[in-house]
């Protein structure tokens, strides 16, 4: 029905029973297939109310993508090389496309940093939102996805680390910098500057597990 373009975003569907008789299912196997489809993101399920179509931009599930770490052994520098490819793109391509509302939120991010200095898990939190915000800002639903999942799979990871970082403030201004290149409508500025603060940040956290105890595994599945 999506193929054919009798559902879009937005749209809620039928009650159970008339769904099941159009597709020519029964009702057990019609929710069976609405739970996958609402584990994909393509239905939301709202008790009470019924399934509706997912609005918005494409959510991809960070679920699979967290076995998937775990079962093949995702690294830290696989994670880096990842994140070096998409962000910078990204930057270039938001900073040639963002729009006045996606500067504010990166600039609220940005604020959100330099004023969470002394609560490291806030901190992590506007980090985060903030590429995900310059991912937003590029304007390609696609690119923003996958930045997306990423983002929360480096944030489920970086979240048990977070507490021996010393240079926030160097991180934070690494960003107001890469926020000032998208307002200034600047892409080759800001790939640069995203991919030096990508850079760096990886420096950072290299040194960070070489100062810490030694824990057994390198993976990213190990945080599972």
Same mark, same amino acid.
């Given at each position: 029905?999506?193929?054919?373009?009798e559902?879009?975003? $937005?749209? /809620?569907?039928?009650? !159970?029973? !008339?769904?099941?008789? %159009?597709l020519?299912?029964?009702?057990p196997? @019609?929710?069976?297939g609405?739970?996958?489809?609402?584990?994909?993101?393509?239905?939301?399920?709202?008790? $009470?109310?019924?399934? +509706?179509?997912?609005? *918005?931009?494409?959510? @991809?599930?960070?679920?699979?993508?967290?076995?998937?770490?775990?079962l093949?052994? +995702? =690294?830290?520098?696989?994670?880096?090389?990842?994140? @070096?490819?998409?962000?910078?793109?990204?930057a270039?391509?938001?900073?040639?496309?963002?729009?006045? !509302?996606?500067?504010?939120?990166?600039?609220?991010?940005?604020?959100g940093?330099?004023?969470?200095?002394?609560d490291?898990?806030? +901190?992590?939190?506007?980090? #985060?939102? +903030? %590429?995900?915000?310059?991912?937003?800002?590029c *304007?390609?639903?696609?690119?923003?996805? @996958?930045?997306?999942?990423?983002?929360?799979?480096?944030?489920?990871? /970086?979240?048990?680390?977070? $507490?021996?970082?010393?240079?926030? /403030?160097?991180?934070?201004?690494?960003?107001?910098? #890469?926020?000032?290149? #998208?307002?200034?409508?600047?892409?080759?500025?800001?790939? /640069?500057?995203?991919?030096?603060?990508?850079?760096?940040?990886e420096?950072?956290?290299? =040194?960070?597990? =070489?100062?810490?105890?030694?824990?057994?595994?390198?993976?990213? $599945?190990?945080?599972?």
């Amino acid at each position: 029905m999506l193929d054919r373009g009798e559902l879009k975003s $937005g749209d /809620r569907l039928p009650a !159970e029973r !008339e769904l099941a008789h %159009h597709l020519g299912v029964s009702r057990p196997s @019609l929710r069976a297939g609405l739970r996958s489809l609402a584990v994909m993101g393509v239905v939301q399920i709202r008790p $009470g109310a019924g399934s +509706f179509i997912a609005e *918005g931009p494409p959510a @991809l599930g960070i679920d699979a993508l967290s076995f998937q770490a775990a079962l093949h052994g +995702f =690294t830290r520098v696989q994670m880096f090389e990842a994140r @070096l490819v998409l962000e910078v793109a990204a930057a270039g391509m938001a900073a040639e496309r963002a729009t006045s !509302e996606r500067l504010v939120a990166l600039s609220d991010e940005t604020t959100g940093m330099f004023a969470s200095m002394d609560d490291r898990q806030a +901190f992590l939190l506007h980090d #985060i939102a +903030f %590429h995900r915000a310059v991912a937003s800002a590029c *304007g390609n639903p696609i690119l923003c996805s @996958l930045v997306d999942m990423v983002s929360e799979l480096f944030r489920q990871l /970086r979240r048990q680390t977070i $507490g021996r970082a010393h240079d926030l /403030r160097d991180a934070a201004e690494e960003h107001r910098r #890469i926020y000032l290149a #998208i307002r200034a409508h600047d892409p080759e500025r800001a790939r /640069r500057t995203m991919s030096e603060h990508l850079m760096r940040a990886e420096h950072s956290q290299s =040194t960070e597990d =070489t100062e810490a105890a030694p824990t057994p595994g390198d993976s990213l $599945g190990t945080s599972y």
